[in-house]
């Protein structure tokens, strides 16, 4: 079986996955290729492991649940490198990421999901990793109940509007407000702000629940 490296964002259309009551793992047939959510780098949060391409050996295949939110849980080796430190490091460095959630045909909602990753170690020589950050916090200014018709924004740009609970948990699913001209980076702008729930703070007077969010591509 062959493990590509990340690919470029896509909005994921995919059936509910199900899994194997009696083993507490999924079929073969119902595990995703995982791909690390915007702003988790595994190169700035993992020093030891490095996502592998399809021709490096060893490699440690990590199967992991990845819930609605992006966030991995029951990290398991499926194939092992046959270094237990790799083995190891892979698992640990599954369990510091979020993951973009499989959705769910039809309605675009965000799932549970069985997900893997191949892992390879990071080369040696390779530049310091960078320091690991505190937990990203989504902070958005407030915003209108909608956004005005022909209202301007930066080519490129994708707003979402997200309403939240005192606690910075989404009281709805967010919805796109403004299309960047992408629709797969739409699709993943609105997984993104799913994936903050729980971890929003308002900019100004706490009353007003919801918020307004702007996420374009990073330039090459």
């Not at 699709?187 to 993104?192: G, I, K, T």
């Amino acid at each position: 079986m062959r493990y590509g490296p990340r690919a470029a964002i896509a909005a994921l259309a995919l059936a509910a996955i199900g899994a194997n009551p009696a083993s507490g793992t999924p079929a073969p047939d119902n595990i995703l290729q995982a791909h690390p959510a915007l702003r988790f780098d595994p190169a700035s949060r993992c020093s030891d492991v490095r996502p592998a391409g399809p021709d490096d050996e060893p490699v440690a295949v990590v199967l992991f649940q990845v819930g609605s939110t992006g966030v991995p849980s029951k990290a398991t080796v499926k194939a092992s490198s046959g270094a237990a430190d790799l083995d190891a490091a892979a698992t640990n460095c599954v369990l510091r990421l979020r993951f973009q959630p499989a959705t769910r045909m039809g309605d675009g909602v965000a799932i549970d999901s069985w997900q893997q990753m191949a892992w390879k170690r990071a080369r040696v020589g390779a530049a310091t990793a960078l320091p690991q950050p505190q937990p990203a916090t989504a902070t958005a200014s407030l915003a209108p109940p909608a956004a005005p018709a022909g209202t301007a924004s930066a080519p490129g740009t994708a707003q979402i509007r997200v309403c939240v609970d005192a606690g910075g948990s989404l009281t709805a699913a967010p919805t796109l407000t403004h299309s960047s001209g992408d629709a797969g980076f739409d699709q993943a702008a609105l997984q993104v702000a799913r994936s903050g729930s729980g971890s929003y703070r308002a900019v100004g007077s706490p009353a007003a629940p919801c918020l307004q969010l702007s996420l374009r591509p990073e330039a090459p």
